[in-house]
């Protein structure tokens, strides 16, 4: 199985800052990396995928970047609507795991 | 846009069994697979397997596989997830999600969750 590790596990910010999430693949997984947001109560929506294709709809201050075991996902400047926790996901294997997620809060 | 409607919360007790559900709006069910993912309270995500409709072709993870079943109704464009016997560990909600045809698509459309409780 691929493991996948997030840091950090939580993370405080104020609206405006730069946050960058990193996922970690046991082993190498080229380009087949996912990322999720979840709202508390809702369910996950896709934002990236492919490490870095945003998807259609997401803003623009959401990036992603990452190949091999290393991934990052970044929001260049935090707005209220992205306190959130957010998840990386593997597609290069049939077994798709997740990490085990980063939380937004508000500082 | 498909969108997927997922059957209403179920309280149970520990040895029944459940099956719930998860429909597909598009006109089509075909060239795209249906996963399932469990969150345990206050926990992450979890994936538990995935169905093509199209031949009803299944793939469990480890974790899940012996525990539940996955099955389609192609007449109905329905999903579903079924356990024999529940234990109180599978008290989560249950979101089935859309995946593209090919093995490195993500998950690009969720259902809402069902909602089991076991106790």
Same mark, same amino acid.
């Given at each position: 199985?691929?493991?996948?590790?997030?840091?950090?596990?939580s993370l405080s910010a104020s609206v405006r800052d730069?946050?960058?999430?990193?996922?970690?693949?046991?082993?190498?997984?080229?380009?087949? =990396?996912?990322?999720?947001?979840?709202? =508390?109560?809702?369910?996950?929506?896709?934002?990236?995928?492919?490490?870095?294709? =945003?998807?259609? +709809?997401?803003?623009?201050?959401?990036?992603?970047? +990452?190949?091999?075991?290393?991934?990052? =996902?970044t929001i260049s400047s935090l707005e209220p609507e992205?306190?959130?926790?957010?998840?990386?996901?593997?597609?290069?294997?049939?077994?798709?795991?997740? +990490?085990?997620?980063?939380?937004?809060?508000?500082? | 846009?498909?969108? !997927?409607?997922?059957?209403?919360?179920?309280?149970?007790?520990? @040895?029944?069994?459940?099956? %719930?559900?998860?429909?597909?709006?598009?006109?089509?069910?075909? @060239?795209?697979?249906?996963?399932?993912?469990?969150?345990?309270?206050?926990? @992450? !995500?979890?994936?538990?397997? %995935?169905?093509?409709? @199209?031949?009803?072709?299944?793939?469990?993870?480890?974790?899940?596989?012996?525990?539940?079943?996955?099955?389609?109704?192609?007449?109905?464009?329905?999903?579903?997830l079924q356990w024999s016997s529940l234990k109180a560990?599978?008290?989560? %909600?249950?979101?089935?999600?859309?995946?593209?045809?090919?093995?490195?698509?993500? !998950?690009?459309?969720?259902?809402?969750?069902? !909602?089991?409780?076991?106790?």
């Amino acid at each position: 199985d691929i493991r996948m590790t997030q840091s950090p596990s939580s993370l405080s910010a104020s609206v405006r800052d730069r946050v960058t999430i990193t996922c970690r693949a046991s082993q190498t997984i080229s380009v087949s =990396l996912n990322w999720y947001k979840q709202k =508390l109560g809702k369910a996950p929506e896709l934002l990236i995928s492919d490490a870095s294709r =945003l998807q259609s +709809g997401v803003p623009s201050r959401f990036s992603g970047s +990452g190949s091999g075991t290393e991934f990052t =996902l970044t929001i260049s400047s935090l707005e209220p609507e992205d306190f959130a926790t957010y998840y990386c996901q593997q597609s290069h294997t049939p077994l798709y795991t997740f +990490g085990q997620g980063t939380t937004l809060e508000i500082k | 846009e498909v969108q !997927l409607v997922q059957s209403g919360a179920e309280v149970k007790k520990p @040895g029944e069994s459940l099956k %719930i559900s998860c429909q597909a709006s598009a006109d089509t069910f075909i @060239g795209y697979w249906i996963a399932w993912v469990r969150q345990a309270p206050g926990k @992450g !995500l979890e994936w538990m397997g %995935i169905i093509y409709p @199209g031949d009803a072709t299944k793939r469990y993870s480890p974790s899940f596989e012996g525990q539940v079943t996955i099955s389609v109704d192609r007449s109905i464009k329905t999903v579903y997830l079924q356990w024999s016997s529940l234990k109180a560990s599978d008290t989560a %909600i249950y979101y089935c999600a859309k995946r593209g045809y090919f093995p490195q698509d993500p !998950l690009d459309s969720w259902g809402p969750g069902t !909602l089991v409780t076991v106790s």
